[in-house]
């Protein structure tokens, strides 16, 4: 049973006569008449009686009829469905991202994405840069956002934007207004984010690059959110390293100060799967950026 068999049959039993549905079909008599035989043929069932030179539906031709109407009418459905996903006039893109990029950067422009598609339904889910690598991954998140470079078989990476992470205490704190070298940042309290966070792997990144033994920083606390993270500084003896992006509101009402030390600049990197094709949603939103 084809759809152009359930065509032809509706078109047949609407009129109930052949050569009329033929010609609304755009198609011959032999063809439309081909078309209810092959049914009635391939379910050893007839659907009409020829009543001279008319016809008439059998009983069985009358409960088939709303249920080949309901089959059409539902692959018309299908068809604007995907009429509507093509053209974003529905649809959904799943994004996973981590903290600093969803915080800082992504939401300007999931706003616009969202302005000039507000059909399309946006789901961003926030964890740290290790998590959304495996969203990504594993198909969870079309779309995957994080800090710095991340090994993955199966990712592609695509630069986006381009940030820095910088070292910060509070105004009162013993380095602020030295000249602060890398033994004193061995010595200092750190706060820092917890394993995983790409801020955190940055960090360390640099620090070794600088030349220095990681493990004998003293990391006191580690805390889940570039803003936890800030208020510990804030309220206590000790420094932190997290992206210009986070910190800048806390430098501009006078709570932190940017410490004198250079650390390394970092990209914002977008994550797709090699082996997995944009959705219309994503592929849009990626030529937004």
Same mark, same amino acid.
């Given at each position: 049973m084809t759809l152009d068999q359930l065509k032809i049959f509706v078109a047949v039993a609407e009129r109930l006569h052949m050569t009329k549905a033929a010609e609304a079909m755009n198609v011959t008599q032999s063809a439309a008449s081909a078309a209810i035989a092959a049914l009635e043929t391939q379910h050893?069932? $007839?659907?009409?009686?020829?009543?001279? =030179? !008319?016809?008439?539906?059998?009983? @069985?031709?009358?409960?088939?009829?709303?249920?080949?109407?309901?089959?059409?009418?539902?692959?018309?459905?299908?068809?604007?469905?995907? $009429?509507?996903?093509?053209?974003?006039? =529905? !649809?959904?893109?799943?994004?996973? @991202?981590?903290?600093?990029v969803a915080s800082y950067w992504l939401p300007s422009r999931l706003a616009?994405?969202?302005?000039?598609?507000?059909?399309?339904?946006v789901k961003l889910t926030v964890r740290n840069t290790a998590v959304v690598a495996?969203?990504?991954?594993?198909?969870?998140?079309?779309l995957g956002f994080v800090e710095g470079r991340v090994d993955g078989a199966k990712l592609d990476h695509r630069r986006v934007a381009v940030d820095r992470i910088a070292v910060y205490a509070a105004p009162l704190h013993a380095f602020v207004g030295a000249a602060v070298n890398l033994e004193m940042l061995l010595s200092a309290r750190w706060v820092l984010r917890e394993e995983g966070s790409g801020t955190r792997a940055m960090f360390l990144q640099s620090m070794n690059d600088h030349g220095a033994d990681v493990d004998r920083l003293r990391i006191e606390l580690e805390l889940p959110s570039n803003e936890a993270v800030l208020t510990a500084v804030e309220s206590g003896p000790f420094v932190t390293a997290v992206s210009r992006l986070a910190a800048q509101p806390f430098v501009d009402s006078g709570r932190l100060v940017e410490l004198p030390f250079e650390l390394a600049e970092r990209s914002f990197e977008l994550l797709t799967h090699r082996e997995r094709q944009f959705s219309h949603a994503a592929r849009a939103f990626v030529e937004l950026l």
């Open positions: 050893d069932i $007839r659907l009409f009686d020829r009543v001279g =030179r !008319g016809l008439t539906l059998t009983d @069985a031709g009358k409960i088939f009829l709303p249920e080949a109407k309901a089959v059409l009418a539902r692959a018309l459905a299908a068809t604007a469905c995907l $009429r509507d996903l093509s053209e974003l006039r =529905r !649809g959904e893109l799943s994004i996973a @991202a981590s903290q600093t616009r994405f969202t302005h000039d598609y507000p059909q399309v339904d495996e969203a990504v991954e594993e198909g969870t998140a079309q």
